[in-house]
C-alpha cells in the first residue's frame, strides 16, 4: 500500500507498530495527542484529537489503511473516555466513509468481556459482558465498525487485544499475552486476505492457557508463534499468586472489574 495510518502511534504498543508496520506501507501517517519524536524519511506525524472531527477528517485524507490504536487505552475519567473512544471512534469511522473505505484494523480489548470467569472458554459470539468504562467504549467502537459494515461496506477486524507487551507479566497473562511480532503478523493478514468483513478476533498468542476461541477468524490463515508458556516457569517463580478469591484470579478482566466509575460530567 502506499499510505498506513497508525493512530495512537506515541502509545506503548504504537511506538512498536510504527518500527514493526513500516515494511508494509511506502509511507507512515502517523498521529497521536503526544509528541512523537522525530519523523523518519518514509513517515508523516500529525498531532490530532480523535474527538475534532475536522481534525480527524483531514487526517485520513489519501490513507489506503488504517491501523486504529488510538483513543484512552484502560479506565478514565468518563469525560476522557468520551472524548477519545465514542466521539472519537464516530469521527474516524466517519472519515473512513468519506475518504473511500480504507480498510480499518480496530484495537478493541479483552474488557469488552471482563466480568466472564476465568474458567469460561469463549466464542467470539458470547454476549458482551464489560468490566468498566474502558471496556464499555470498547464494546461501542466494535458495534460502531458492524454497524458501519452493514450500512455502508466498511471493512474492519475487531481484533480484542489480551495483553500486548514484549512479555507476560503476570499470572493472568499467560492466557491473555499477545505478543508483538503476532500482532505484527496478525496485521499483515487483515490487510492481505482479499475480503475481510467484520470479523472479531481475539489478539492472542499461541499459549498453552486460552480462554477465547478463534475459529471464527480461521478464514484470515494467521497463525500465532508465540507461547507464553515459555515464560511461565520465571512468572511462577518471580511474581506472587493472586489470592483465589481475589478478583485477579477469578475473573479474565483482572483488577478491571473493581476499579471505580468516574463520572465527571
Not at 102 to 109: D, W
Not at 188 to 201: A, D, H, N, W
Request: charged share 20%.
Amino acid at each position: 500500500m502506499h499510505r498506513l495510518l497508525i493512530t495512537g502511534a506515541a502509545g506503548g504498543i504504537g511506538q512498536i507498530m510504527r518500527r514493526k508496520l513500516a515494511p508494509l506501507a511506502k509511507i507512515l501517517r502517523l498521529s497521536d495527542i503526544s509528541d512523537m519524536g522525530v519523523a523518519a524519511e518514509n513517515e508523516e506525524l500529525v498531532i490530532c484529537d480523535l474527538g475534532d472531527k475536522h481534525a480527524v477528517m483531514e487526517l485520513l485524507r489519501d490513507c489506503d489503511a488504517i491501523v486504529h490504536l488510538g483513543g484512552m487505552s484502560g479506565e478514565a475519567p468518563y469525560s476522557q473516555i468520551l472524548n477519545a473512544n465514542i466521539t472519537g471512534s464516530l469521527n474516524l469511522f466517519e472519515a473512513a466513509r468519506a475518504h473511500g473505505m480504507p480498510r480499518i484494523l480496530l484495537a478493541s480489548s479483552q474488557h469488552t468481556v471482563g466480568f466472564y470467569r476465568q474458567d469460561d472458554y469463549l466464542e467470539t459470539s458470547a454476549p458482551m459482558r464489560p468490566d468498566g468504562l474502558y471496556g464499555l467504549s470498547k464494546c461501542f467502537s466494535e458495534l460502531m465498525a458492524q454497524m458501519y459494515f452493514d450500512k455502508f461496506g466498511q471493512e474492519t477486524a475487531i481484533v480484542r487485544i489480551g495483553s500486548c507487551f514484549e512479555t507476560p507479566r503476570d499470572h493472568r497473562m499467560l492466557a491473555t499475552w499477545l505478543s508483538f511480532d503476532d500482532f505484527v503478523s496478525l496485521t499483515e493478514r487483515v490487510f492481505s486476505v482479499p475480503k475481510l468483513g467484520c470479523p472479531i478476533i481475539w489478539g492472542v498468542s499461541n499459549n498453552d492457557t486460552l480462554w477465547w476461541d478463534n475459529k471464527s477468524a480461521n478464514f484470515l490463515g494467521w497463525k500465532p508463534k508465540d507461547n507464553s508458556g515459555d515464560y511461565r516457569a520465571s512468572i511462577l517463580a518471580n511474581v506472587p499468586r493472586p489470592d483465589p478469591g481475589s478478583v485477579s484470579a477469578l475473573f479474565q478482566g483482572g483488577d478491571f472489574t473493581q476499579k471505580p466509575i468516574v463520572h465527571d460530567l
